[in-house]
């Protein structure tokens, strides 16, 4: 699966919209940008995920990058509960890599008041 | 349903003694896998399943036995307590193989002495 690069942190007024940006450069085209979070002491939580094109759903949005190297994921109203560890993923959604998910350190977002 | 559900919520271990933590889902999904999770970093795979009766080893299996004798459970079992195994682990589950999205269950914080 292709390596990601996430700033290690950020931070975000309550309200505001969180761009949290991921670098994929090496991703291949069957490859898919997945990201989950984790809020402090909970098991990961998905949110969303895409290939090409934009995705949206009632968490975030996804802007993925013509050339796929890079996508951010956009909380468009953030609230103090989505403070938490933001994971970027790259996997293969098929083939033998039988759902493994390669989590790195993630992007601790922290929206404040 | 339940979602993916975890037993114990803690646990505290002298070395050398061995125990079971328990995963089940209610969500008849094929694929389950156990991570573990360091102060700090990222959760790291141990081991997988991809249908009752075959698992497999994932990032950090050593130390670590599973069994899948059911669609719904994928116990983990620690043979002998080693220090190096107080982490967090967390059970995940996904429908079919893809792993399109994991549903991870709440975690089982494991203290060894």
């Known amino acids: 699966d292709a390596k990601t690069t996430q700033p290690t942190s950020m931070d975000c007024a309550e309200g505001r919209a969180a761009n949290l940006p991921c670098n994929h450069s090496?991703?291949?085209?069957?490859?898919?940008v997945y990201w989950y979070r984790q809020i402090h002491s909970q098991g990961p939580q998905y949110i969303i995920h895409?290939?090409?094109n934009n995705e949206t759903n009632e968490m975030a949005s996804l802007i993925i990058t013509e050339d796929r190297k890079s996508s951010t994921l956009i909380l468009p109203h953030a609230k103090l509960r989505d403070t938490a560890v933001y994971y970027c993923?790259?996997?293969?959604?098929?083939?033998?890599?039988?759902?493994?998910?390669?989590f790195g350190q993630g992007t601790i977002l922290t929206v404040h008041p | 349903n339940a979602g993916v559900t975890q037993t114990p919520k803690f646990q505290v271990l002298k070395t050398g003694q061995s125990m079971t933590l328990q995963c089940a889902q209610d969500?008849?999904?094929?694929?389950m896998s156990w991570y573990r999770q360091d102060p700090g970093m990222g959760l790291r795979l141990i081991h997988y399943?991809?249908?009752?009766?075959?698992?497999d080893q994932g990032e950090v299996p050593n130390g670590y036995n599973v069994s899948r004798s059911t669609t719904e459970d994928f116990p983990l079992r620690l043979l002998s307590a080693a220090p190096s195994q107080t982490s967090v682990y967390f059970c995940?589950?996904?429908?079919?193989?893809?792993?399109?999205?994991?549903?991870f269950g709440p975690g089982t914080r494991l203290l060894v002495l």
């Open positions: 399943s991809v249908g009752a009766g075959i698992t």
């Open positions: 895409g290939l090409k």
């Open positions: 993923i790259v996997r293969d959604a098929g083939g033998t890599s039988y759902g493994k998910l390669t």
């Open positions: 995940a589950s996904t429908k079919g193989t893809s792993g399109q999205t994991q549903y």
């Open positions: 969500m008849n999904h094929e694929y």
């Open positions: 090496t991703i291949s085209g069957n490859e898919y």
